[in-house]
Every structure is written in structure tokens, then in C-alpha cells.
């Protein structure tokens, strides 16, 4: 598979990529710098390749290396948030681009008419693992967000690289007025679906590609779970066993959105064991359909209302395995602070075993209102200040509730003349 490489930071790119994945510079002009510094993960690994080799090394390069990492900025606390015009990555709490100006919220004109939504994204190794194979995307422009959760398998550094690629490639299909993200506000349901669904299965491809050129990652995979937040309207595509739920604000049901694509969900759908003995089976983190296992891999599509104060968790199986969806109903409930959820759901994972990697992103839903004209626009990630959300009392033995959903029926077959 031919990639992209980086003229500012050296990363290599997928093929559809136009802005670098790692760094947020344009691959086709001069190097710039510009968010996040992009050259701590390189000083770093630099430092710890010296270290390791320090006795055959110069002791004034060493040396040179370690002022210079004790000269990097502080690193970023959070997920960054990726501009979808132009690449850059922001800080968490970021309103505007720093690299093109480009709000990342409502503008003031339309945002008493719109809900608001805030989020964070927060990926953990976990208590037993020594690396992490999830993966987690943020993204946003205008209002709009673009969220997702990959959870890689097939050991180390395959696992890992399957759900590298998957996020990337998700990047690379969004990011840019190339690839249509200044009209993302602008298209039709059916238009987004038809977004989400090709890149779902590019980035299917992006895995089995790499496969290809390295045999020794035969068997690698990776879920993926993808939102697409805008107004009052989240539209998800799914492969895995990952999951998204949504938390009614008001009432606290809690209603998973998602199908699991394993062998354990489809002996529990047939009624041929019950939930006790599919949380217990020995086989119920087998996948019969993950990115990178055949050419044409189909995502499930959903699309759900939201209301105010409603909220989304994307997580991997690593939270699912410790944390039931009344646990997560309830912890969601107790902070309008999307960060603070996230990170609430992952140290309760943590102390009952972290037996697996663990993430969780959290998307809130507000309605920004009384804003008078000239104020800079509601901020659409997340914030210091909270207005405007209630916090619903969840009882202790809170149980799933089905609310009342719609699914939109697509044409999933692939034109022929679809092109990378």
C-alpha cells in the first residue's frame, strides 16, 4: 500500500490522506508548525533510543537530546480535537482553530436553534495489558462532531495497527474541503449514511492492505464505532463488538444502539442462552465480523433524535466487561462534565480488573440559549462552564429501559465505479 509521507514530521500517511494524521500539516506544502507541537513524539523516542544505547553513543548528543525534551511544551491532557478544514489538532478545550480560525461551534445566528453538543474522548491500557490496542478520533467543525472508538486485535503490535489504521483512514475520508467537510452541515441523512458507510469500508481495506505487505500480521483486526453528531440527530456505523449507547437526560434509560457482531450476541438474540451465561461464555469476545477479515465488510447503520441533556457513550469491550449499562446510566448522570464521565467510567473499570484496554468517549447534548448578538459563539467541545443541563436522579437498581428509535433503510450495495 503506498502512503504519504510527511514533509513536517516524517508520518506515514494513507494514500487519501491530505493533511498528516500525526502533525496536522497539509502533506503538499511546505512544513509548518502550528497546534500541539508535533515533535514530542520524536524527541521522545529519540531520548529513549539514546538512553538504551547511551554507552556507544556521544555523551554530548545525549545529553542535547534530554535539554531538549526538558524544552517541549507540556503535553496535551486529552484526546485532541482534530479541525475538520484544516487538520490542525487542537487542545480539548479549544472553541476555535488555532491553525485556520475556523470555529468549532454554532455561530451565533443559529445557536438558539441548535443543540450543542460537547465531548471528550479517554483511552486507558488498563491494569493487566502493557499496551493498548483501542483507539480512540475526535473530530469537529462548525458544530458538528465526529466521534469513534476502534479496538484492535490480533496481539501487540498488530492489534495496535489495526486500529491505528481504521482511525486514520476515517481522517483521511473527512478532513479538508477536498473531502467535503465544509459541507458536512449542509448534507442530506441519506448523503451522510453514504459518507460513513465508504468510509467505513475504506478503512477495511486500509487493514487487509497492510496485511498484505506484512504477512506476519495475518489475523490482525480491529472494531470500529463511528458517530456522526449534528443538531438534534446522531448517525452511527458500526462493526464489532464495540458499542454506543445513548442516555435518555430526563429519565435516565439507557438503550444501547448498537448490535454486538460476536457469536455470543447471536446465541443471546436466538434465545439460546440467556445474559447471565453470555457474560460468563468462554466465547463471547469472538467477532464474526471486525475490519480486516474480508474484502466487503458491511456496517450496520443507525440513526437516533436527541434531545437536551442526552448523552452518548462510545466504549470498547473493555469498559462493557466491568461496568453494566445501568452503572454506566447512572455514572453518565452524575456530571454534566463530559471528561469527568469519561473518566469515571474508566476507573471503574480500572478497580474492578481492567482486565482489558478501556475507552470511552463522552458526547453531551446542550441547547445553547440567551446569547446576545456580538458574544462569540456556544463552544461545541468541551468547556469550564456547564448551563442549561439537568441532572436526572438515577435509582441504585436503574435498569435498562427500550426507548422509542427509528432506523433509516439504505441501499448499502457499493457502485461500481466507486474509487478510492
Same mark, same amino acid.
Given at each position: %500500500?503506498?502512503?504519504?509521507?510527511?514533509? @513536517?514530521?516524517?508520518?506515514? @500517511?494513507?494514500?487519501?490522506?491530505?493533511?498528516?494524521?500525526?502533525?496536522?500539516?497539509?502533506?503538499? !506544502?511546505?512544513?509548518?508548525?502550528?497546534?500541539?507541537?508535533?515533535?514530542?513524539?520524536?524527541?521522545?523516542?529519540?531520548?529513549?533510543?539514546?538512553?538504551?544505547?547511551?554507552?556507544? *553513543?556521544?555523551?554530548?548528543?545525549?545529553?542535547?537530546?534530554?535539554?531538549?525534551?526538558?524544552?517541549?511544551?507540556?503535553?496535551?491532557?486529552?484526546?485532541?480535537?482534530?479541525?475538520?478544514?484544516?487538520?490542525? *489538532? @487542537?487542545?480539548?478545550?479549544?472553541?476555535?482553530?488555532?491553525?485556520?480560525?475556523?470555529?468549532?461551534?454554532? &455561530?451565533?445566528?443559529?445557536?438558539?436553534?441548535?443543540?450543542?453538543?460537547?465531548?471528550?474522548?479517554?483511552?486507558? $491500557?488498563?491494569?493487566?495489558?502493557?499496551?493498548?490496542?483501542?483507539? $480512540?478520533?475526535?473530530?469537529?467543525?462548525?458544530? +458538528?462532531?465526529?466521534?469513534?472508538?476502534?479496538?484492535?486485535?490480533?496481539?501487540?503490535?498488530?492489534?495496535?495497527?489495526?486500529?491505528?489504521?481504521?482511525?486514520?483512514?476515517?481522517?483521511?475520508?473527512?478532513?479538508?474541503?477536498?473531502?467535503?467537510?465544509?459541507?458536512?452541515?449542509?448534507?442530506?441523512?441519506?448523503?451522510?449514511? !453514504?459518507?460513513?458507510?465508504?468510509?467505513?469500508?475504506?478503512? @477495511?481495506?486500509?487493514?487487509?492492505?497492510?496485511?498484505?505487505?506484512?504477512?506476519?500480521?495475518?489475523?490482525?483486526?480491529? /472494531?470500529?464505532?463511528?458517530?456522526?453528531? =449534528?443538531?438534534?440527530?446522531?448517525?452511527?456505523?458500526?462493526?464489532?463488538?464495540?458499542?454506543?449507547? #445513548?442516555?435518555?437526560?430526563?429519565?435516565?434509560?439507557?438503550?444501547?444502539?448498537?448490535?454486538?457482531?460476536?457469536?455470543? !450476541?447471536?446465541?443471546? /438474540?436466538?434465545?439460546?442462552? /440467556?445474559?447471565?451465561?453470555?457474560?460468563?461464555?468462554?466465547?463471547?469476545?469472538?467477532?464474526?465480523?471486525?475490519?480486516?477479515? $474480508?474484502?466487503?465488510?458491511?456496517?450496520?447503520?443507525?440513526? =437516533?433524535?436527541?434531545?437536551?441533556?442526552?448523552?452518548?457513550?462510545?466504549?470498547?469491550?473493555?469498559? /462493557?466487561?466491568?461496568?453494566?449499562?445501568?452503572?454506566?446510566?447512572?455514572?453518565?448522570?452524575?456530571?454534566?462534565? &463530559?471528561?469527568?464521565?469519561?473518566?469515571?467510567?474508566?476507573?471503574?473499570?480500572?478497580?474492578?480488573?481492567?482486565?482489558?484496554?478501556?475507552?470511552?468517549? +463522552?458526547?453531551? %447534548?446542550?441547547?445553547?440559549?440567551?446569547?446576545?448578538?456580538?458574544?462569540?459563539?456556544?463552544?461545541?467541545?468541551?468547556?469550564?462552564?456547564? +448551563?442549561?443541563?439537568?441532572?436526572?436522579?438515577? &435509582?441504585?437498581?436503574?435498569?435498562?429501559?427500550?426507548? &422509542?428509535?427509528?432506523?433509516?433503510?439504505?441501499?448499502?450495495? #457499493?457502485?461500481?465505479? !466507486?474509487?478510492?
Amino acid at each position: %500500500m503506498e502512503t504519504r509521507t510527511c514533509p @513536517n514530521c516524517g508520518h506515514e @500517511n494513507l494514500p487519501r490522506a491530505i493533511f498528516c494524521f500525526k502533525c496536522g500539516a497539509n502533506i503538499d !506544502e511546505r512544513p509548518v508548525v502550528r497546534g500541539i507541537h508535533p515533535h514530542r513524539r520524536h524527541v521522545e523516542d529519540a531520548v529513549q533510543h539514546a538512553q538504551e544505547r547511551e554507552d556507544s *553513543l556521544a555523551p554530548e548528543l545525549v545529553q542535547h537530546l534530554r535539554e531538549a525534551k526538558a524544552k517541549l511544551p507540556p503535553p496535551i491532557e486529552g484526546t485532541p480535537v482534530t479541525c475538520l478544514r484544516c487538520g490542525t *489538532l @487542537n487542545r480539548p478545550l479549544s472553541s476555535y482553530c488555532v491553525g485556520c480560525g475556523a470555529t468549532l461551534s454554532i &455561530p451565533d445566528e443559529l445557536a438558539e436553534m441548535h443543540l450543542v453538543p460537547r465531548a471528550s474522548a479517554h483511552s486507558d $491500557v488498563g491494569q493487566v495489558r502493557d499496551n493498548n490496542e483501542d483507539r $480512540v478520533g475526535l473530530w469537529a467543525r462548525h458544530g +458538528v462532531v465526529l466521534a469513534m472508538v476502534a479496538d484492535g486485535m490480533g496481539g501487540a503490535v498488530a492489534g495496535e495497527e489495526a486500529s491505528r489504521l481504521a482511525v486514520e483512514a476515517v481522517q483521511a475520508d473527512f478532513l479538508g474541503e477536498a473531502r467535503g467537510s465544509e459541507t458536512l452541515r449542509d448534507l442530506s441523512e441519506n448523503e451522510i449514511l !453514504e459518507k460513513l458507510r465508504c468510509a467505513v469500508r475504506r478503512a @477495511n481495506r486500509a487493514v487487509l492492505s497492510r496485511v498484505q505487505e506484512h504477512p506476519e500480521m495475518q489475523g490482525m483486526g480491529t /472494531t470500529i464505532t463511528l458517530v456522526f453528531v =449534528r443538531d438534534n440527530r446522531v448517525i452511527v456505523a458500526h462493526v464489532g463488538d464495540s458499542r454506543a449507547y #445513548l442516555i435518555d437526560g430526563c429519565e435516565g434509560w439507557i438503550n444501547q444502539i448498537t448490535d454486538d457482531h460476536s457469536f455470543v !450476541e447471536a446465541l443471546l /438474540t436466538a434465545g439460546h442462552i /440467556t445474559p447471565e451465561q453470555a457474560a460468563v461464555h468462554p466465547m463471547r469476545n469472538v467477532l464474526y465480523r471486525a475490519l480486516g477479515q $474480508v474484502e466487503d465488510v458491511e456496517a450496520d447503520l443507525y440513526s =437516533r433524535n436527541l434531545t437536551e441533556c442526552d448523552r452518548l457513550i462510545l466504549c470498547s469491550d473493555g469498559l /462493557t466487561r466491568h461496568v453494566s449499562p445501568a452503572e454506566i446510566a447512572k455514572l453518565a448522570g452524575q456530571s454534566d462534565v &463530559p471528561e469527568d464521565i469519561a473518566q469515571s467510567l474508566i476507573d471503574l473499570a480500572n478497580q474492578r480488573g481492567g482486565e482489558d484496554n478501556i475507552s470511552a468517549v +463522552v458526547v453531551l %447534548m446542550e441547547r445553547s440559549t440567551d446569547i446576545e448578538p456580538g458574544e462569540p459563539p456556544a463552544p461545541v467541545l468541551i468547556t469550564d462552564t456547564q +448551563v442549561g443541563i439537568y441532572q436526572a436522579p438515577l &435509582p441504585d437498581d436503574l435498569a435498562q429501559h427500550d426507548r &422509542p428509535t427509528e432506523e433509516l433503510s439504505v441501499d448499502l450495495s #457499493l457502485d461500481d465505479d !466507486e474509487t478510492e
